[in-house]
């Protein structure tokens, strides 16, 4: 499939982190026939929109009532990326994440089926759990993994429904790791600690970053695949116009970092030496935290992805200083 000034997309979450990146790099590519559905609330989010071009704005909670009871209200759509859900890891209202992370994704993807139009939904790499089983996207029996939080539950809830129906290779489905980058302000305390430490040496001049709870791991060692977000957008097209690509993908780096080497390239950025501190993981965290995560990326390069991608430093470097630095948004770059 070919991206072109007539393709017509539906993207849920669309003035969110990854769901206004996808609309700012679609825009780089001659795109505007966009609609994007998602709830604004009473935070800056709605600020992520003005920079970028759409055909129309829906309410995230009148879609599904849309989808159910006047889908040709909606018309059609050639593309449907699902990136609308509550993201919060520490969310504990279940109910609430059942409804708006499970329920939606499933009469979305039923809906993009029967109109025949291709659905891209994000999935989660919390479905991995604590990375035990590993995290290989290959994975056939999908009952063996254990999501440490609900959050991660909603989102492996219907990765198995969609096997169970036998509709996984005819979508595709997106287990991003740890993005970050512009546009996520708005995310409150689930924000990148790039934001946060960013905000903090600006603040205070220092860092502060968990102790380890365990002895194979020193404090500040805990790993993580970090993704920048231009990255993310990027593998996030590529496997929505490759008609053969089907089922769960990994979105990562492929290298795992620690928290010491991003906290060092944030410091690098800013022309700084780092200083950390190590403060205690709070209680409620101990037992859902992760610390080791690392996308093993093979399938999405089986599926013909060849770019390159940014290093951490060059990464941290263009968000730093061509975003934070002057709280600019994607889009505000060309503006």
Known sequence: MNLTPDTRILVTGGAGFIGSALVWELNRRGCENIIISDKLGSDEKWRNLVPLKFHDYLDGGDLLQWVQNSPSKLGSFDIIFHLGACSATTERNADYLMRNNYELTKELALWALEKRSRFVYASSAATYGDGNLGMDDTLQDLHRLRPLNMYGYSKHLFDLYAKRLGIDQNIVGLKYFNVY????????DMRSVVHKAYGQILETGKVNLFKSDRPDYKDGEQMRDFLYVKDAIKMTLHLACTETAGGLYNLGSGQAHTWIQLVNAIYSALGKEPVIDFVAMPEHLKSKYQYYTC?????????????????????????????????????????
Do not use: M
């Open 295 to 335: 996308a093993d990326i093979k399938r999405l390069k089986q599926s013909g992805y060849t770019e390159a991608l940014h290093t951490l430093v060059e990464a941290v470097h263009d968000y730093v200083c061509g975003y934070l630095v002057g709280d600019k948004r994607l889009g505000d770059e060309v503006s």
């Open 181 to 188: 980058g512009p546009n996520e302000d708005h995310k409150a």
